[in-house]
């Protein structure tokens, strides 16, 4: 009994300094993002997101899921070019981005089940699914002025991975199988409000303002994410028809 107490306060206590260190490292890109150049964002946004990978491991251990690691590692990759040289690295910058939204995508799989969705064809559904696509294609409508065709290629790229995913999570929160999918959809739109706002500050309009929200938004949106797919256990098919009998 000892023993497990003491586990469990070690456990505690390492939580905690992991938490303390997102926190202290959110705060930090935030304040850069607000007082200092961008490219001092390269002191912070690392460890914000290594601090969500030790918080995923801490929380997951050996059921932890290869991809997600591995969506970090693209995602970082992705900011340090997109923080040191965004517009010669471009295509490097979207091809990474592309794989963290792919490999997210894909560490929800096993969220899915085969089923008929009760409501996919509900007003608000399709509401959303219009304003979502029309945001998409008129950031992409303009961008076409700006970028020659083989950045126009990668900006397709990232824009059809960042629909797959979106309608992943989409299909998830349709479906109303798990209590917390709010969680995930909170992540998917800070991620689709990230992307867009990248796209407006560095090739339309460049505001400090966007620079905060874009980063803001793409911290809660990894945060989030990983909450989502560390506490959230997959249900089995036959307890959904059993919830639904």
């Not at 705060?27 to 990978?53: D, G, K, M």
């Amino acid at each position: 009994m000892t023993k497990k107490v003491e586990v469990n306060t070690r456990f505690l206590k390492k939580t905690v300094f992991i938490d303390c260190v997102f926190y202290i490292s959110f705060l930090a890109a935030i304040f850069i993002s607000i007082f200092l150049e961008r490219a001092q964002l390269v002191y912070a946004l690392p460890v914000v997101i290594f601090s969500i990978f030790i918080k995923y491991i801490s929380l997951t251990k050996k059921r932890a899921n290869l991809l997600f690691p591995l969506a970090l590692l693209a995602i970082l990759i992705s900011d340090i070019l997109s923080i040191y040289c965004f517009e010669a690295c471009f295509i490097w910058v979207a091809i990474f981005a592309s794989i963290y939204l792919i490999f997210c995508a894909l560490s929800l799989k096993k969220y899915l089940h085969k089923g008929k969705l009760r409501s996919v064809l509900s007003f608000s559904v399709i509401v959303s699914a219009i304003l979502i696509l029309y945001i998409v294609c008129a950031i992409v409508d303009l961008l076409i002025d700006f970028l020659p065709g083989i950045q126009l290629f990668f900006v397709f790229l990232c824009s059809i991975s960042l629909i797959i995913y979106t309608v992943t999570v989409a299909f998830i929160h349709i479906r109303d199988t798990y209590h917390n999918s709010t969680v995930l959809l909170a992540s998917c739109i800070f991620t689709f409000f990230q992307i867009t706002l990248i796209a407006i500050n560095e090739f339309l309009f460049y505001d400090k303002t966007f620079t905060v929200l874009a980063v803001s938004c793409h911290v809660m949106a990894m945060y989030l994410f990983m909450t989502f797919i560390a506490k959230t256990k997959v249900v089995k098919l036959e307890d959904i028809k059993e919830k639904f009998i």
